[in-house]
């Protein structure tokens, strides 16, 4: 999964799925579709490539999205079964979950359930993650600062639906609702999906080192 800005501040991107078998070139999966990143762009996060490198880091409510190489987790639903055609692990998310971006709390960037939540602790009511909002009804996990986290580098990263064609995230990579379901059909845990997000020079500078589709596939579109 690619995705594309054209500065270290955008908000807005273009995103493109590409798959390849052991030792085959990169072929691209469907067209490139527009996505929305943080309200105050990226900065590098913590993930499989990308928090050696130089520059700003993503921290926690710095509107950032991290960029980098990230590992593609659970998706968390509010729904009985993913789309149609899907296969990839998920969570259909109740009343009892919660994703902490508390940066005292030992379950730091976590997905944790309480025991009770007809009597939630204080801390749950702002780190649910059951709101009956449209914008959450899939939630696709983006591994960044997760093997472990680190207090205040950044948490609850993930692929969802879009509020406006101009409304920027916290932090999150979103879209359409209907580019978001091909996503989820499409991803498959046995091809080990990955999220590689970067400005249009940091892939030019990286992407043959870091194995990626070729910066042509993607910048001259």
Known sequence: IVGISP????????????????????????PAVAVLFGKTGLAWGSGIAGQDQPGLRKE?????????????????????QLPPGSDYPFHQVTSADAWVDDVASPNYNRFVSIDDPGHPPPWFEKEKMRHNDFAYRWLVEIRHNSDPPVPGNGS??????????????????????????????????????????????????????????????ILNE
């Not at 926690?60 to 009985?80: C, Q």
Request: aromatic share 12%.
């Open 60 to 80: 926690e409510r710095d509107g950032r999205a991290p960029a980098g190489i990230f590992r593609i987790g659970r998706i968390y639903t509010y729904d009985a």
């Open 156 to 217: 609850a990263i993930f692929f969802h639906i879009r509020r406006g064609v101009n409304r920027p995230t916290a932090g999150c990579t979103t879209m359409a609702e209907s580019d978001l379901v091909r996503l989820i059909k499409w991803l498959r845990a046995p091809r080990h999906p990955c999220y590689v997000l970067l400005p249009e020079d940091e892939y030019r500078k990286n992407w043959q080192t870091w194995s990626l589709p070729p910066a042509d596939k």
């Open 7 to 30: 500065d270290w501040n955008s908000i807005h991107g273009k995103l493109r799925l590409f798959e390849r078998g052991n030792g085959d070139d990169w072929s691209p999966s469907g």
